[in-house]
């Protein structure tokens, strides 16, 4: 167990929908990062966050975005949902600073699932 | 650009027999590499990473790699391979772009399937 959890497990919505992914960091941590995991892209950065601001932008789509809260938890608000968005979606989380080494560690992930 | 890459798709041992996941990267200056392993419906877990120092880093269940600057190489090894190490490996190097210090982005290779048979 990471100590990052995230929530659904899985989710099954129907195109044109919005969805929200949740995510709780390790206990000190204050980076939350999103990855999408897909069989044709692998797994991709989408957004970075570091207490409570933005921090990275990655190949996120304009129908995405996120946000940290103060009590650092972090969601993932996916809208207009396509098939193409069917994924994978983890979150991860890391102290931040340069000099932690920056090992991310990852929550169990979010299977969206578009029809 | 920085990149990763895992030239095989699938890497297939036989348990005892020791195992080798090729890594190489492509980074501007000092790299942050990291090896993680995802089982199946499971997140990744961290092995091991290299930041500075001994060139061998040794991690968790018996892995370890080795980096090599001349050759930008990280791969992954295990003496022994154990059925129960099967699982998805991915490469990963720190995104050294932007210039904030409190930004880490992962940059991951595509994968290896490892497969173990008893």
């Known amino acids: 167990d990471s100590g990052v959890t995230q929530t659904p497990k899985h989710l099954i919505t129907a195109t044109g929908q919005r969805v929200t992914l949740r995510c709780s960091p390790r206990?000190?941590?204050?980076?939350v990062y999103w990855y999408q995991q897909s069989l044709d892209q692998g797994l991709q950065f989408l957004i970075q966050?570091?207490?409570?601001?933005?921090?990275a932008k990655g190949n996120i789509l304009e129908r995405f975005s996120a946000q940290q809260f103060p009590d650092l938890h972090s969601e993932l608000n996916l809208s207009s949902l396509e098939l193409g968005d069917s994924a994978l979606y983890f979150c991860?989380?890391?102290?931040?600073?340069?000099?932690?080494?920056?090992?991310?560690?990852f929550g169990p992930g979010t299977r969206l699932t578009v029809t | 650009a920085q990149s990763v890459a895992q030239p095989e798709d699938q890497v297939n041992v036989a348990e005892g027999n020791p195992l080798t996941v090729k890594c190489t990267y492509s980074?501007?200056?000092?790299?942050?590499l990291f090896w993680y392993v995802q089982y199946p419906n499971r997140g990744l877990q961290f092995l091991l990473k290299?930041?500075?120092?001994?060139?061998l880093v040794k991690g968790s269940y018996g892995f370890e790699a080795e980096f090599n600057k001349s050759q930008t190489s990280f791969h992954l090894k295990k003496p022994s391979a154990l059925v129960s190490d099967s699982a998805l490996y991915f490469c990963?190097?720190?995104?050294?772009?932007?210039?904030?210090?409190?930004?880490?982005?992962?940059?991951f290779g595509q994968g290896t399937t490892l497969q173990v048979k008893p």
């Open positions: 206990s000190g941590d204050l980076s």
């Open positions: 991860a989380s890391s102290v931040g600073g340069a000099s932690q080494g920056y090992e991310q560690y």
């Open positions: 990963a190097v720190r995104d050294m772009g932007g210039g904030s210090s409190n930004t880490g982005k992962l940059i």
């Open positions: 966050y570091y207490n409570g601001e933005e921090r």
């Open positions: 980074v501007s200056g000092n790299p942050y």
């Open positions: 290299y930041i500075t120092g001994d060139n």
